[in-house]
C-alpha cells in the first residue's frame, strides 16, 4: 500500500529490498524502523563510490537487512555537508560558471601533468586552418579564420548541424572568414565553444563548417581524411551533447524534469552523520549520440569536455570524472567501457587483429543505428575510425570490411530489409553493409567454421579522390572461388526458399537486404526467382548447418549482386544430400560487384 501511495523509498527499492528484510528478528518491544545509508569504498565500477541501504528496528537497533545500490539509483551530498567528503554533489548545471570552466581547467591540467597514457600523441597532421579566438585586432567580438603557424594547442568541436544552416566557408565566402566573423553571425553552439575555450585558456578552435572550404573537392577529400588526426591531436574536443542543431547552442540547456528524491541518514566513514539524497537515476539519451558524425569525433578525441542535458562531464585515456556528480555510464552511446576497450585497440599498436575485428564489428553495429543527413557519407563518416584502426593493425580495409576477415565480415545482415536505392546513388558494392541504409548486425555463431575451399581471389575499391582512401567509393568488384548452387526457388511470406534438386526438397531461410523480394500481392508466393547460393560457413553445432550469400546474376551475365544471406538445408537429413551436390557442381570462380 506504500508503494501505491507513493512512498519514494519504496518505489526506489521495494521490489528487491522487501524480500531481502528479515522480520522475524524485530524484538516486541519494537515500534518503527529507520533507514541510514552507509559508505562503501568502490562501486561494481572502479573508483566509484557507493553505499549501502541499512534497515533497523528501533529500539533494539536489531538489523532487518541491508541493500547495496547503484541503479536505479544515485546518490548526492548537499553541497558543503560531511558527506560531500565522500558522496558528489549534485550535478552543477550552470555551465557558464566560473566554476564549471575551473572544472575543465583542472581536469585538462591534471591530465597534461599526470597522465601519460593521454599524452602519447603521434606526430599527425595538423588542420589546415584554424579559428583564431584572440587575435589582437579581433577584440572579444570577432574570430579569424586562419593558417596556424607552428602547432599550438587547440579545440576542436563536436555537434550536430541540425541542417545547412547558417555560414560555411566556401570559395564565395573564405575571403570574408579570413577578414573576421562577429561572433553574433555564427551559430550560438559555435558561440558556446568559443565561450569555453577562452573560460580555459585555449586560443585556436577547430570547426568543420567554417574550417573546411566546402564546395572545393580536393580540400574536402584532404580534410576528410585527416578528420582522426584532428580530433587526436586536439588538446581538448567540445561535445556539445544537447543540442539538436548548431543554433541551440549547449549552454543553457532545457533541464530535464527532476524526479522526487528522498533524504537519509548517512554514516560517515569516521562516525559522524551526516545526509545524503536519493533519487532514480536518470539516463539520458543525449542527442549527439544518434549522429552518425560524432562517433568517429569522440572515439579518436584524447579528451572530450561533454555537455549534456543534466551535467558536464570530463573523460580522457585515463579517467572520467562529471562537475558534481556520477560520471554517466554510457557517454558517446556506447558504454564507457566499449568505448575504452575500442579506442585502446586502436590507439595500441601491436593489439591482436582478431580483437581488432571483433571490436570492428560491435562498432559497425553501433554506428549503423545512428542517422546520416546524406546517404552518402555512410562510408566517408568512419572513414577516420577506420584510418586510424588500420593504422594499428595494418589490415586492407575494403568499404567497410575488413580484407583479413573478409569471408566472416561478409556474412553481415540488415536488422530488416531497406528500400531498394535509385542506381543512381552508388555508396558502396553490394557485398558491402554500407551499400544499405539503417542498422546492421552480424548473426555468425562462434561453433561456425569458414568452408575450408572458399578462397578470396581478388578484392578491389575505387575511391572517388585518392587523397581520401577511407572514404567515398565510385566502385569495387570482388571474387570469391568457392562452390556454389544457382537453382530456381520458390519464395514464401515466411522468408523460407524451397528448390528441388536431385529428387530431394531443400528449404533455407532467406534473409533478404532490401524489399526487393519481398510480397506485393498474393501473385508473389511461389513466385520461382532464379538465385546462386555461395555457402561460406558451416555452423558446427545446429546440424552442420551451411551459411552464406544469396546473389543475383547481373544483366552483363558475368558480375552477381548480393541480395541476401541464408541459412540451410533447415532439415537435418538434407545436409549430407546437400554437401554431396556442391561437391558435384565444383568450384568456380564468382565476380560480386
Known sequence: MAYKAGCVLLQLFGPHLLPALDFSAVKLSDKSVQVSVEYMSTGLLSKEPSCSLIITSKPSKTKLGEDSFFNPTETFAP????????????PNSDFCSKPSLEFVQRCLSDCLEN???????????????????????????????????????F?????????DIGFKTKESTIAKAQAGLSLAELPQTIQDAVFVCRGVGLHYLWV??????????LDFAAEMNRMGDIYSQARITIVAGNSATSEEGFLNPQLPHMPRSLQLPFNCPTGEGSKVVISP??????????RGWTLQESLLSQRLVFYGSRQLEWTCRTVSKADGAHPSPYLVGLSRHESAHFSNSIWDAGEKHDLVWRMWIQLVKHYTQRNLSHLSDRLIAISALAKKANEAFQDKYLAGLWRGDLLRQLQWRPQRPWIVQPDEIYIAPSWSWASLEGEIGWYVPKSSEIEGEIKIISCKVVPVSPVAPYGALSGGDLIIRGRAISGHFGLDNNWSMRTMMFGTLFEFKFYPDTDEFLFKGLDDVNKAICFTLLPISKDENWNRTYRGLVLQENQDKETYRRIGVFIGPLWKDDETVFRDILYLRGLSDITIV
Not at 568543420?208 to 573537392?217: F, Q
Not at 537515476?281 to 544518434?290: D, H, K
Open 115 to 153: 597522465h601519460a597514457r593521454c599524452n602519447q600523441t603521434a606526430n599527425s597532421r595538423y588542420p589546415s586552418r584554424f579559428l583564431d579566438l584572440d587575435s589582437p585586432s579581433s577584440g572579444q567580438d570577432s574570430v579569424f579564420l586562419t593558417t596556424p603557424k607552428g602547432r599550438p594547442p
Open 208 to 217: 568543420d563548417r567554417l574550417c573546411i572550404v566546402h564546395d572545393r573537392e
Open 281 to 290: 537515476r536518470q539516463q539520458e539519451i543525449e542527442v549527439v549520440n544518434s
Open 79 to 90: 553541497q558543503g555537508s560531511l558527506a560531500s567528503k565522500w558522496i558528489p554533489t549534485a
Open 155 to 163: 579545440a576542436a568541436l563536436s555537434y550536430c548541424w541540425g541542417g
